[in-house]
């Protein structure tokens, strides 16, 4: 590995380990509804990223700007180039119902 790969290597590692802190505490799952009330807020897709969890991160970016408590049905969706493969994230994005 030469010199430039190697620093671009350690950048995606690096964003990829922002990407995951920024993802702590926030809900993300593949199943259709959890096992508690949700009301769903909408459909949420992040942006074209270079790693999974670059693409999840931008996804559960989306969802909190709309207020959410989570992503419920997330699908990651692999975008391959002439030259790259890039990610998409989307799913529905919930706000949790108050017990009564």
Same mark, same amino acid.
């Given at each position: 590995? #030469?010199?430039?790969?190697?620093k671009e290597f350690e950048a995606r590692?690096?964003?990829?380990? !922002? *990407?995951?802190? @920024? $993802?702590?505490?926030?809900?993300?799952?593949?199943?259709? @509804? &959890? &096992?508690?009330?949700?009301? *769903?807020? =909408?459909?949420? *897709? =992040?942006?074209?990223?270079?790693?999974?969890?670059? !693409?999840?991160?931008?996804?559960? $970016?989306? @969802?909190?700007?709309?207020? *959410? #408590?989570?992503v419920l049905g997330v699908s990651i969706? &692999? #975008?391959?180039?002439?030259?790259?493969?890039?990610?998409?994230?989307?799913?529905? @994005?919930?706000?949790?119902?108050?017990?009564?």
């Amino acid at each position: 590995m #030469d010199r430039k790969q190697k620093k671009e290597f350690e950048a995606r590692q690096e964003r990829e380990w !922002a *990407a995951r802190e @920024a $993802s702590l505490g926030f809900y993300s799952v593949t199943v259709p @509804a &959890p &096992p508690h009330p949700h009301t *769903a807020l =909408g459909i949420v *897709a =992040g942006y074209r990223r270079q790693s999974v969890m670059e !693409a999840v991160e931008s996804m559960q $970016s989306e @969802a909190r700007g709309l207020g *959410a #408590d989570g992503v419920l049905g997330v699908s990651i969706v &692999p #975008d391959v180039g002439q030259f790259s493969t890039h990610f998409v994230a989307y799913g529905t @994005a919930v706000r949790w119902t108050p017990s009564e």
